[in-house]
């Protein structure tokens, strides 16, 4: 893991948190949407919540799928679960929300998953590279 | 009346959600180490391939189910059940997934952070 991937992953984690966000924001001021006024979810994009909200997941799609080139899926997800642990302390220290206790539990969970999962190897199974490590020989592989 | 649709729409994020991210995840894969392919050859040939891969475009279909099932969710039910209740599941059913078809190595380490992760986001909208 190099400092461009982890950079990589953050941008996964800060476009996903926010856009999200933007998204919810947006769709409360759009309203209910029935099913008989299908039409009122295209318009919603209109919002410019909605707008912004999906400009940012459009950024989070294209880390994501940088990401997944040379990393695990069990480990993008996990390693990019922060974005719930900083949409919270966004709650807490810059719109002064109260966060009970157990959301406090939440954060530590997550971020305890997160550091499981980090420790770990971001790639266990790709096709292509098992190839190339069969044609090594056995001596290059061993090393550490 | 209304849970329910709240959670068919669950039921309808999570599965679509599972499916787009495998098949994403396989894509990728197949299309290479982005970052390589982008210095050697440009971003035209990286798009061409991620366009040209039919994984990827069904994984965009799935992943486009799941977000226009998200905003119909989003407009019918709580945001506190919904949002929650969607990613956490997804966490779960993608370590299942990517076991039975990416065949990753999912070892006790991934298990414990797909639990703590899926069980801190449902503290989270507690």
């Given at each position: 893991m190099t400092f461009r991937k982890y950079l990589v992953l953050a941008g996964v984690t800060l476009c996903a948190s926010i856009g999200d966000s933007l998204l919810s924001r947006g769709m409360k001021q759009v309203g209910s949407i029935s099913l008989n006024h299908f039409s009122d979810l295209i318009l919603a994009v209109l919002n410019p919540s909605v707008a912004l909200g999906i400009l940012l997941l459009l950024g989070f799609f294209a880390s994501y799928m940088i990401a997944l080139s040379w990393a695990d899926l069990t480990y993008v997800l996990p390693a990019t679960s922060l974005g719930y642990v900083l949409l919270t302390l966004i709650a807490k220290f810059f719109l002064h929300e109260t966060v009970t206790t157990s959301r406090w539990i939440g954060v530590l969970l997550i971020s305890a998953g997160v550091g499981f999962v980090t420790q770990?190897?971001?790639?266990?199974?790709?096709p292509a590279k098992c190839q190339e490590a069969a044609s090594e020989p056995a001596s290059a592989r061993n090393q550490p | 009346m209304k849970q329910a649709y709240a959670w068919s729409a669950i039921a309808a994020i999570v599965l679509a959600s599972t499916t787009g991210d495998v098949l994403l995840s396989r894509a990728m894969k197949q299309v290479g180490d982005v970052g390589e392919l982008w210095r050697q050859s440009g971003i035209w040939t990286v798009l061409g391939r991620m366009l040209r891969n039919p994984n990827f475009l069904l994984g965009v279909l799935a992943m486009t189910t799941a977000f226009y099932s998200l905003l119909f969710g989003l407009s019918w039910g709580d945001v506190s059940l919904i949002a929650p209740a969607s990613a956490s599941l997804t966490f779960i059913t993608n370590a299942i997934a990517a076991k039975l078809?990416?065949?990753?190595?999912?070892?006790h380490r991934r298990w414990m952070a797909a639990l703590l992760v899926a069980g801190g986001v449902v503290l989270l909208a507690a």
């Open positions: 770990g190897p971001a790639l266990t199974h790709n | 078809f990416l065949h990753e190595r999912v070892d």
